[in-house]
């Protein structure tokens, strides 16, 4: 028998949340399958299985958040002994007769909210609890007395309650130890939408529903994982490294014009829009290659510079702020670059990114011109040594070198970098050479 464990989905990320499984006990497990579905603050996974099998014991039920390291479930490499169900959803005489380890984090799986769990006050537990294996139910559902209620939510349970203004405090819940799951919110909306509407009050935004006192003159603003995870980061990367900023300005008018030129044939052929952003990344790798010490990391103590080119492109979304990798940057062309520019946005948007999406990353790429900025001091994402933005391109009057004056397409480039890592003789010699770069391109 072996045992599966909580992995670490991405730098910095502790802890997880079962969303769904996809194996249940006695299901034949291959290589590689998909045992269950996995929730962070930064992404949503699958859980490939390291070893083939037979589904053994589940030791985490669906919603529950866990540490890095424990133990998700068992795979067993028989048959033998493996509780297996039967075409009810219930197990067979044999796996009774075994019984199941029960306790808080281990519960037969049609004990989970995945199923349709009826919302009941705990005395009337006794009357509508499910007739299979009375015994194993007792033994693996604590009693759910409001006074032993755990005040923890997942995070798909905090988002659908926040959407739609649950309050989570006042739900009787039916999970494990009175726990509140999504069935339960889902149900407590569901109640809501059948309300008579005479008694319907008007929706307010949901965080100032759910926490908002009468008389006060502020709102707390309750943080989600994601967003407590990105202030940790933020926190960690000011504390620990000692953070210099510096800004070039940049003639961009020959690639302003060369976009204009190639928009339209480049989105029948490649499908997606054409933006400055490519052209830029390409630039940043071409440049980091003449000063190989910006494309770094901290692995602990040691610093290490990194030969690939594996480009962090922040991403603003309505989940907070994420910075997908797009491995291998420096051997895409424009194009390439474009196409996956787009894929890793969309699925940032639609929590779909994967867990090699999000690490590894050796310098980071940021677009803060998309919300009209002409200026900005990005802070490094740590353990990397450098991270650049490329603010809004604007048109400006410019005095040229035979002092002509004409109007020109500029953008600020701004760097911040650890000083740690390297001293501004290399900080700004690489923003020169960026520049230059920019300025060639016709």
């Keep these: 028998m072996t045992t599966v464990t909580m992995p670490q989905l991405g730098e910095s990320v502790t802890e997880g949340t079962i969303l769904a499984w996809m194996k249940q006990p006695g299901d034949p497990v291959a290589l590689d399958d998909s045992l269950c579905e996995i929730e962070t603050e930064k992404v949503t996974a699958e859980l490939p299985s390291p070893y083939e099998g037979v589904m053994g014991e589940i030791l985490v039920p669906q919603g529950e958040t866990v540490d890095v390291g424990v133990a998700l479930c068992t795979v067993l490499e028989s048959a033998e002994g493996a509780p297996t169900p039967n075409a009810n959803g219930d197990q067979t005489p044999a796996a009774k007769a075994s019984g199941w380890s029960g306790g808080p984090m281990s519960i037969p799986p049609d004990e989970t909210d995945t199923e349709d769990v009826p919302i009941v006050a705990p005395a009337e537990a006794p009357a509508t609890a499910p007739a299979r294996q009375p015994a194993v139910a007792a033994a693996a559902r604590p009693s759910t007395r409001p006074d032993q209620r755990e005040r923890f939510y997942s995070p798909a349970v905090m988002r659908l309650a926040q959407e739609h203004s649950v309050d989570l405090s006042a739900l009787q819940g039916s999970g494990i130890g009175g726990r509140v799951t999504r069935k339960d919110v889902e149900a407590a909306i569901q109640h809501s939408v059948n309300a008579p509407a005479a008694v319907a009050a008007p929706q307010a935004p949901a965080a100032a529903t759910l926490i908002a006192e ?27 490294a000692p953070q210099a900023w510096t800004m070039v300005e940049a003639d961009v008018t020959g690639l302003v014009r060369l976009r204009a030129r190639e928009r339209a044939a480049f989105v029948r052929q490649e499908g997606v829009e054409l933006t400055l952003l490519p052209y830029f990344t390409l630039a940043v790798c071409e440049t980091l290659r003449e000063f190989p010490m910006m494309n770094a990391r901290w692995e602990g103590e040691e610093l290490r510079h990194y030969r690939a080119l594996d480009i962090g492109i922040a991403v603003a979304s309505e989940h907070g702020l994420v910075v997908p990798v ?3 940057a420096g051997d895409l062309s424009v194009a390439g670059l474009a196409r996956r520019i787009v894929d890793i946005a969309q699925r940032a948007q639609t929590r779909k990114l994967r867990l090699e999406d999000i690490e590894g990353g050796t310098f980071t790429v940021n677009n803060t011109g998309s919300f009209g900025s002409i200026a900005s001091k990005p802070i490094v994402n740590y353990p990397q040594v450098g991270i650049v933005t490329m603010e809004r391109v604007v048109k400006r009057a410019v005095v040229r070198d035979d002092d002509a004056i004409a109007i020109r397409s500029v953008v600020n480039v701004c760097l ?27």
Excluded: M, Q, W
Aim: a positive charge; proline letters at 5%.
């Design 214 to 240: 009468p008389g006060t003159a502020y709102t707390v603003v309750p943080l989600t994982p994601t967003r407590r995870t990105i202030a940790e980061n933020l926190k960690r990367s000011n504390l620990e």
């Design 416 to 442: 911040s970098f650890d000083h740690r890592a390297l001293d501004g003789v290399e900080a700004g010699g690489f923003l020169a050479a960026l520049k230059r770069r920019l300025e060639a391109i016709a």
């Design 326 to 328: 797009i491995h291998g």
